[in-house]
């Protein structure tokens, strides 16, 4: 299994500013996400952060918007650029050990406020 | 992968009491997971069933899955408060063994 934390766990910032959430796990997992789930919502898959190259983007979401890094195989980054209130949700980030072998293993979110 | 279709959208019981939420699907899955979301927190992996399994047990949790209907419940026996949580489904395709692709959930409170 792996074990996943983030960093902020919450926060609070202003419109038009950004915010860079780290995601790093205890043991390396061949693939990584990235999920938004806006209040009371499911979770909707962001991107593939993919380790050493550009992250693959589900439609709607955009690199500009959402910029994200893997620089190993045990860390990411998630930025959100621009922020606007409707960007107030809770980021998870997520792995996978063995791919397509099973559970996926998700970090405890982080809880972003726009105002 | 595919989004699965949980049902019901929200369940209320007593503790001691059986839950059974499902979930279907469109196409042909090589498994399905269940995941569990106490309140805006991480999800968390519950139970996998893979397509030529029938049903599988962990603990008080039941899962059955019928490929023929594309359909699949989870059954958690004898509640408890601390199950309250969201409980969301996930059909692993073959063409796509990557991604988890959410429905909206099964939300459950279990009454003390």
């Known amino acids: 299994s792996a074990v996943i934390s983030q960093k902020p766990s919450r926060d609070i910032c202003q419109r038009g500013t950004s915010l860079t959430i780290q995601c790093q796990v205890d043991s390396q997992v061949t693939m990584m996400f990235w999920y938004r789930q806006q209040p009371g919502q499911s979770l909707t898959l962001i991107a593939t952060a993919n380790q050493g190259s550009e992250a693959t983007y589900e439609s709607g979401f955009v690199i500009d918007k959402f910029p994200i890094s893997r620089p190993n195989l045990t860390f990411s980054t998630l930025t959100v650029s621009n922020m606007s209130p409707e960007d107030s949700s809770i980021y998870l980030c997520?792995?996978?050990?063995?791919?397509?072998?099973?559970?996926?293993?998700f970090g405890p979110g982080t809880r972003l406020t726009v105002l | 992968s595919q989004q699965g279709e949980e049902d019901p959208q929200a369940l209320s019981i007593q503790e001691g009491e059986n839950a059974t939420m499902n979930c279907s699907y469109k196409t042909s899955i090589n498994n399905l997971q269940w995941y569990r979301q106490n309140s805006g927190r991480g999800l968390v992996h519950l139970i996998l069933i893979r397509s030529n399994e029938r049903e599988k047990h962990s603990g008080r949790l039941r899962v059955t899955l019928d490929t023929s209907k594309k359909s699949s419940s989870l059954l958690i026996t004898a509640s408890r408060a601390a199950d309250t949580a969201s409980y969301f489904c996930a059909p692993i395709t073959s063409y796509n063994t990557d991604k988890l692709i959410f429905g909206t959930g099964t939300r459950l409170q279990v009454f003390p």
């Open positions: 997520s792995g996978y050990g063995e791919r397509g072998a099973g559970e996926q293993f």
